[in-house]
């Protein structure tokens, strides 16, 4: 895991333990850790009416100052556990807003980070694709940051691509691709290539696994994305095969050695003992 989501789950883990608390949203990407939460007795809500206990817990992701500030309005105490690096990309897109440039955001429309930067904005583009910037209207200056979980090879591609189609407009791009991401980036695409089969652990809904999964098929034709080991499945593996195994910044160390004991379990009886 991430130092950024580690932190939020010990603050979770502390809050609980002396009150009922409530996560507005998933705390993290990874359903694994949401029901161990669950158990301890933290609560999660989708909005702030649904919200019951006194104590309110921003997740890992972020969230808009209109945001936070209508559940304080509501009576409730607010902890963040934003990871710093969001709140780092938070501030880089408002002093380029500040400073008068028209704001770009690389990244899923609809993912709670990007909503979380996007919320306070009068006006905003977001785009992950370059028709996406085909489409985006001429301004004199544009201000451009990424979604943190982003692969920054896609990310430097279509500022350059901005740049590209707005050749007289002046544009500023700050890099918040934060380093854990371009880190396992970088990890996986070493293991995609010597590997015949990748392992990829994370969350369904975990934009930095998708992209670590993403990224190994460039480089391994035979790339899984699993949850847990009950996940595995035998008929992926061939008699010598090379297996690597990796992890989204979000999952659990104790559910990565968990899927480890069962897959070199798995590969010795299989035939298949390197494990990488």
């Not at 309110?56 to 992701?61: D, M």
């Not at 902890?79 to 955001?105: K, M, N, Q, S, Y």
């Not at 930095?208 to 035979?222: A, G, P």
Request: overall charge neutral; aromatic content about 4%; hydrophobic content about 40%.
């Amino acid at each position: 895991m991430c130092f950024g989501v580690r932190d939020a789950i010990a603050l979770a883990r502390q809050e609980a333990s002396e009150a009922s608390v409530t996560i507005l949203g998933q705390l993290v990407h990874n359903e694994q850790v949401v029901q161990s939460l669950v158990r301890e007795g933290v609560r999660f809500a989708e909005t702030p009416s649904a919200v019951t206990t006194a104590t309110v817990l921003i997740t890992a992701h972020g969230a808009s100052q209109k945001r936070i500030e209508a559940v304080r309005a509501a009576g409730h105490r607010v902890v963040e556990t934003t990871c710093p690096l969001v709140h780092a990309a938070h501030r880089a897109l408002r002093g380029l807003v500040a400073d008068g440039f028209h704001p770009v955001i690389i990244g899923q429309r609809d993912h709670v980070e990007v909503r979380g930067m996007t919320e306070d904005l009068v006006e905003f583009d977001v785009v992950l694709s370059e028709e996406e910037v085909a489409q985006l209207p001429t301004r004199n200056r544009f201000g451009v940051v990424s979604q943190t979980t982003q692969p920054i090879e896609r990310v430097r591609y279509l500022v350059a691509c901005i740049r590209e189609r707005f050749g007289s407009s002046e544009v500023v791009f700050r890099d918040t691709v934060c380093q854990p991401t371009k880190l396992r980036q970088n990890s996986a695409e070493a293991l995609a290539r010597r590997c015949d089969v990748v392992v990829v652990i994370g969350g369904a809904k975990s934009n930095n696994t998708r992209e670590l999964v993403n990224t190994s098929l460039r480089f391994c034709k035979r790339v899984h994305h699993i949850q847990t080991a009950n996940d595995l499945r035998t008929d992926w593996f061939r008699e010598n095969d090379i297996v690597g195994l990796t992890a989204g910044t979000s999952t659990h160390d104790d559910q990565i050695e968990s899927v480890e004991k069962v897959l070199q379990a798995l590969l010795l009886s299989n035939g298949t003992p390197q494990l990488l």
